[in-house]
C-alpha cells in the first residue's frame, strides 16, 4: 500500500495491491503530515483504488477495482462502490449505498441514505460548461431513491426520498418524493404501487 499523509485503517482491513491512500491534493503536493484518509473496520479495498487525503470513510466500506475518490469526501456505513467509479470529491453520501461499476459522481453532490446508483450512470454539476456560470452544483438525491442505469443527473437536481430514476432517464428537474422519472428528458409520473413503498 502506498501512502501519504496521516492515515487510520481500522482493524480486520482486507486490502488488495496495489492501492493509495492520502493521495496529497492540489494544496498538499509539496507538504508532509496532512490528514490523509480514515476508514473504519472491516473495509475491502480491492487493487487499483485510490483514496486522496482528508476523507472519511466509516465500517464495512468496500471498492471493486480502479475506483477514485477524491479529497474532502465523506462516506458513511457499509458503502460499496464498484469497479471504476469516480468521486471527485467535496461530497457527502450516507450509510447503505450502493454504487455501481462506472458511476461518476462531481465535485459538490450530496447522496442520502440507502441509495441506488446503477452502472454508468452520470451526475453532472456544471449546467454551461465549461463557462461554469452559477457556479458548480452537483445533484442532491436524498434517502432510499434509486437511479438505474445508463441514467444523466444535469447539475442541481433534487430526486426526492424514495423515488426511481428510470434506466436511460436524462433527469433535467427535480423528481417529487416517491414519484418515478423516465425518459429523456425525464417524464414525471406516479410510482407502480408495488414500487411505492411509502404506500406500503
Known amino acids: 500500500m502506498i501512502e501519504y499523509g496521516l492515515n487510520y485503517i ?71 462502490i464498484g469497479t471504476g467509479t469516480i468521486i ?14 462506472m458511476v461518476y459522481i462531481p465535485t ?3 447522496i442520502g441514505n440507502r441509495v441506488f446508483i446503477g452502472p454508468n450512470a452520470v451526475l453532472t454539476n456544471d449546467r454551461y460548461p465549461p463557462h461554469r456560470i452559477g457556479g458548480l452544483r452537483g445533484p442532491v438525491i436524498s434517502d432510499g431513491a434509486a ?21 436511460g432517464a436524462v433527469v433535467t428537474r427535480d423528481v417529487p418524493d416517491h414519484m418515478l422519472a423516465i425518459g429523456t428528458p425525464a417524464r414525471i409520473k406516479n410510482l407502480p404501487r408495488e414500487l411505492n413503498t411509502n404506500e406500503q
Open 10 to 80: 481500522g482493524p480486520d482491513a482486507r486490502i488488495f495491491e496495489p492501492v493509495t491512500i492520502g493521495f496529497p491534493s492540489r494544496e498538499n503536493l509539496s507538504k508532509t503530515g496532512f490528514p490523509g484518509t480514515t476508514i473504519g473496520k472491516n473495509a475491502i479495498i480491492r487493487s487499483g483504488t485510490v483514496v486522496y487525503c482528508d476523507v472519511i470513510i466509516g465500517d464495512g466500506f468496500q471498492t471493486g477495482h480502479n475506483v477514485m475518490i477524491r479529497e474532502k469526501t465523506r462516506i458513511g456505513d457499509r458503502v460499496a
Open 88 to 101: 471527485e470529491g467535496h461530497s457527502t453520501i450516507g450509510n447503505d449505498v450502493s454504487l455501481q461499476s
Open 108 to 110: 459538490d453532490t450530496r
Open 147 to 167: 437511479i438505474g442505469a445508463n441514467t444523466t443527473l444535469l447539475p442541481g437536481v433534487c430526486i426526492g426520498e424514495g423515488s426511481l430514476v428510470a434506466a
